[in-house]
């Protein structure tokens, strides 16, 4: 790391959280609609392992919003999506939970909690076939570890060694269910040792997750086969949108909270990278500016047209598709 791009991971933080709760309050209003799933307090793990993973392809679940714009999506067409405008990364049809971007390799936003783990294993299987030097990194949540593609996913990996880093995020819950509730530990990277090298990292530290997600990176594309990241994590809001968040007591949350990972961060610029005050007030006045801008050209953009429903239903050629 050096210091420009600690400057980058926290302006990527600060836009984030601030992007999500735009989207939260613009959901209130009526101008998004479907399912919102916000990512606010794990900033540090969709900042740091993104940006760790700079080439390769990206599968992630709903909760993709703040990776998205990490992988280098525009904030501005990831707000059109999810007000389901035209301008939006998917065309404004897919929403929140479907911010697709084959030029990006983003392959990211998957309603079906562990779908995107056998997709992203068969495109690990043609990374590895077509003999290419990049890998595959799937981020799911901790709930998505109790289903069957999770331990096929695992299997096929490991016996293949495929270069797949499954990173999980571990917030604890799934919905309203804490996962001692659903499993028999609450360290999902147990569920990985039999097959593949585990790591565990506190998912607060961005400087701490992007070291340990470079170096699984490395290990995946030296032809070592599959690893498995596990970072704790905290979700400060309700699952979706519409979950009051009332299954967690005061206590609970101000113990998440105390982690913040946007202030623990920022304590970091100024004793480690030595920005001023300043420095940091003009990254966070860039990342409200660009909200803003981002919520004002979601609003403004259009509808799709009606015909619009007939298109991207069938496969069409794209630059990156391997056929
Ligand atoms: C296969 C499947 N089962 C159940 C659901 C309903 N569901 C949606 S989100 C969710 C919780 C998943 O939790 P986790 O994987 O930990 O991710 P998080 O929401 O914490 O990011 C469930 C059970 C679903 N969408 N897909």
Redesign the pocket.
């Known amino acids: 790391m050096n210091k420009l791009l600690a400057e980058e991971m926290y302006y990527l933080m600060v836009l984030g959280r601030a992007f999500e709760y735009a989207a939260k309050e613009n959901y209130m209003q009526g101008n998004i609609s479907g399912f919102l ?1 916000l ?1 606010i307090g ?1 900033e540090a793990l969709s900042v740091g392992a993104v940006k760790a993973f700079e080439k390769g392809d990206i599968f992630s ?3 993709e919003h703040i990776m998205a714009m990490s992988r280098g999506l525009e904030p501005k067409a990831v707000m059109a999506e999810l007000f389901g405008k035209v301008t939006g990364v998917s065309g404004g049809k897919g929403g929140s939970m479907h911010l697709f971007e084959p030029a990006h390799f983003f392959y990211g936003g998957d ?5 995107q783990l056998p997709n992203a294993v068969g495109c690990a299987y043609a990374r590895a076939f077509l003999e290419q030097d990049e890998g595959v990194m799937a981020i ?8 069957g ?1 999770f331990f096929e996913s695992l299997n096929i990996a490991a016996t293949h060694k495929l270069p797949l880093l499954f990173l999980c ?7 309203g ?1 804490n ?1 001692q509730r659903t499993a028999p530990f609450r360290e999902q990277a147990k569920k990985a040792e039999p097959y593949m090298m585990t790591y565990t990292v506190d998912g607060m530290d961005v400087e701490a997750v992007y070291e340990v997600v470079s170096e699984a990176k490395k290990q995946i594309e030296s032809g070592h086969g599959p690893v498995f990241v596990e970072a704790f994590t905290c ?1 400060y809001e309700g ?2 949108v519409s979950d009051a968040n009332s299954y967690r007591s005061a206590q609970e949350m101000a113990h998440c909270k105390a982690r913040d990972p946007i202030q623990r961060f920022k304590k970091a610029l100024h004793e480690k990278w030595l920005c001023t005050n300043e420095e940091i007030q003009n990254i966070e006045k860039k990342a409200y500016e660009e909200v803003e801008d981002a919520v004002k050209y979601a609003e403004e953009s259009p509808e799709p047209e009606a015909d619009a429903l007939f298109e991207h239903v069938f496969y069409e050629e794209r630059e990156n598709v391997v056929s």
């Open positions: 799933h990512d794990q679940g709903y909760r309603a079906i909690v562990g779908g799911f949540g901790d709930g998505a570890t109790n289903g593609a995020e571990n917030n604890e819950y799934a919905i269910t996962i979700r699952h979706s």
